[in-house]
């Protein structure tokens, strides 16, 4: 296990420190915290957000920050990580475990194009970690497998605006057109609603003390993100997803 903490800028006067904890196993959990007019809306909650006082900000920017304090501060964090850590975790391998023949799922087709093709009845994929870690990269793994959360602002896909079609990274089903994108403000791809709903999944998510609903993909339980209710027009939802658990095909 082990502590890092970095300083960061978004905008005048907009500024941050994140810090994450090693856990060992090739994952992260991160805590920020918020100075100025900063706001990250962090749709994964592996992220704790803090507003502090003028006179600790500016202590947590020059360094000044007792040490001691810290490492008592991240020991007691990274208790309680461990502790949301182990059932997040639970829950997707529990859902991807094989259990005999592989259920069967009515999911709507579409060409990259983004035409619909029709309904078709699938099996769901089922695969082993071992399968998924060759298949997916580290950090598509940790998302799909382990329900983590990529950072805000760093994936590829949160300031897109080319037209296309938005697929499942596990398995190429079909979640989300460019037609239903909008700038969200939050540093991940928003759509206010998928290409079809047959093709996910919302399930609840009582993980880290909070009450969310989770989006998976229906065909083969890939962790994508979270829906919340502050969209847009015309459905007023904000399905707001990880783009390492997307594949973007441009439309020609």
């Not at 060992?24 to 909650?45: D, E, M």
């Not at 298949?135 to 950072?151: G, H, I, N, P, Y």
């Not at 206010?192 to 093709?199: D, L, R, S």
């Not at 999944?201 to 969310?212: A, P, Q, S, T, V």
Request: net charge positive.
């Amino acid at each position: 296990m082990s502590f890092h903490s970095k300083d960061f800028v978004i905008g005048e006067n907009n500024c941050a420190q994140r810090e994450w904890i090693d856990l060992g196993n090739s994952s992260r959990r991160y805590r920020y915290y918020q100075y100025g007019q900063l706001k990250l809306n962090l749709h994964g909650c592996i992220s704790e957000v803090r507003m502090l006082s003028s006179d600790k900000a500016q202590e947590r920017l020059t360094g000044r920050l007792d040490r001691r304090a810290f490492i008592g501060t991240s020991v007691t964090a990274f208790a309680g990580l461990v502790v949301w850590h182990y059932p997040s975790s639970k829950s997707v391998e529990a859902e991807a475990a094989p259990s005999g023949q592989p259920k069967m799922v009515r999911i709507v087709e579409f060409s990259d194009a983004g035409i619909r093709q029709g309904v078709a009845v699938v099996p769901t994929i089922i695969k082993s970690e071992e399968e998924w870690r060759k298949q997916l990269t580290r950090s598509a793994f940790d998302v799909t497998r382990k329900a983590d959360t990529e950072m805000a602002f760093s994936g590829a896909y949160w300031n897109l605006h080319a037209k296309g079609l938005f697929r499942c990274i596990c398995c190429d089903t079909a979640l989300f057109s460019s037609e239903t994108k909008f700038e969200s403000g939050t540093g991940w791809p928003s759509f206010w609603a998928p290409i079809a709903k047959e093709n996910i999944k919302e399930i609840e998510d009582l993980g880290w003390g909070m009450n969310r609903t989770a989006v998976s993909c229906r065909r083969c339980d890939a962790h994508l993100g979270h829906v919340f209710n502050d969209g847009p027009r015309p459905t007023g939802l904000r399905y707001c997803m990880n783009s390492v658990a997307l594949r973007f095909i441009k439309s020609a």
